[in-house]
């Protein structure tokens, strides 16, 4: 084909894809400007063999320090992922091989029953029994139903920083007490609430990070709120030997050992969170949240105001709405143009309010939602 040709397909296909106005059920946005301009320079760098790209090296370890200081302690240990996928994997994959060095022969981790899908590649691929553990009427973990889970064979204890259908926030402070206490591993998934709940005005009402001793590992995505490009999710660990225990070794490569999961890694995707965290620093993404959260809180006013209740007050940007016919209802607004998810347990209307969501398209939601319930 020619040149042209090839242009004016990419033209054809790309107008078949949504662009994120009114896309209200994501919790990807357009990557920042500077992003992609950090993106497009590092295009080939692949830290995958990172000898050769010791300046993308430089930032990720950079990156690390940042995104550690950020969630209680800059000197931890990890690399920049594909996503909370990844972190997740590698996070129980690393606690998995100690324990199995140790000689435990059957292991079992305690998920909340809110925990993403990962969670089910994980038990597929890793071989761990995961159980999950019953929520409270706010829809965060139960401790009393994590702590009847342990038994001899619990290595991992993981809570939510954000989850991702209601945007709550697990209790992490009593689980980081439990998992202290009892020897077990604790795994913050972040994802999501890594980079807005230490924004937030009430944020010392949900202690989740390092500062919190029983907390043993991160997973946080900046392809999510960080407004960087996919893929670039985080993984930060306490200790330094827990990257040992996902480390295999490289012979070809001009590294010695590699402990990341995927081999050839996106160097580019590190250089536009890199831009983006120095460009805004912590105001800029004080202000992006700040706006978000207000945002939220216009909806979840405006939603009550014509008799629709929030499932939970937001504690991040992810509002939920209890409405009857809740698949009907997002069928209809898909029909005015408006892509909205919808929760399982309880059965609700769901909304992230990303940074491309504005006031003006706020007020239009709620014309169209109100005129559809
Ligand atoms: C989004 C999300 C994930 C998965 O992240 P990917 O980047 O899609 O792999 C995991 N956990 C939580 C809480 C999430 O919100």
Not at 176 to 197: E, Q, R, S
Request: hydrophobic fraction near 40%; proline fraction near 3%; charge should be negative.
């Amino acid at each position: 084909m020619s040149r042209e040709a090839v242009e004016s397909l990419l033209r054809e296909k790309k107008q078949k894809d949504l662009s994120y106005e009114r896309v209200l059920s994501s919790m990807c946005t357009y990557p920042h400007e500077i992003a992609a301009y950090a993106h497009k320079m590092f295009l080939e760098s692949n830290l995958g063999d990172s000898g050769l790209f010791p300046g993308t090296k430089e930032m990720e370890g950079e990156l690390i320090r940042m995104i550690g200081a950020l969630l209680g302690n800059e000197n931890v240990y990890g690399y920049i992922s594909t996503g909370g996928t990844e972190s997740n994997i590698q996070a129980i994959r690393a606690i998995r091989n100690r324990r199995k060095r140790e000689g435990l022969q059957a292991m079992n981790i305690i998920v909340p029953e809110t925990a993403h899908f990962s969670f089910d590649k994980i038990a597929d691929i890793l071989c761990v029994n995961v159980k999950k553990a019953t929520l409270d009427d706010a829809l965060r973990v139960d401790v009393n139903s994590v702590e009847e889970l342990i038994d001899a064979e619990t290595i991992c204890i993981v809570g939510i920083a954000g989850t991702t259908e209601f945007g709550q926030v697990d209790p992490i402070e009593e689980l980081a007490g439990i998992a202290k206490g009892k020897g077990i591993f604790l795994h913050v998934d972040a994802a999501f609430g890594g980079l807005v709940i230490p924004f937030l005005a009430e944020k010392d009402k949900y202690r989740f990070d390092f500062s919190l001793d029983g907390v043993s590992c991160i997973s946080v995505d900046p392809h999510k709120m960080g407004m960087s490009t996919i893929p670039a999710g985080c993984i930060l660990f306490r200790e330094d030997s827990y990257l040992a225990n996902l480390e295999v070794s490289t012979p070809y490569l001009t590294t010695r050992g590699q402990s990341s999961l995927t081999g050839t890694r996106s160097g580019a995707a590190t250089a536009a969170t890199f831009a983006v965290l120095k460009y805004l620093g912590r105001a800029g993404m004080q202000r992006i949240v700040d706006e978000c959260m207000r945002l939220t809180r216009l909806l979840v006013q405006g939603a009550k105001e014509n008799g629709i209740q929030p499932v939970i007050e937001p504690v991040t940007n992810v509002v939920t709405l209890s409405v009857e016919e809740v698949d009907r209802v997002a069928e209809a607004l898909k029909a005015k143009g408006w892509t909205v998810s919808t929760t399982r347990k309880p059965k609700s209307i769901r909304l992230v309010i990303m940074p491309h969501v504005t006031e003006e398209r706020v007020k239009l939601f709620l014309e169209d939602l109100t005129t559809v319930v």
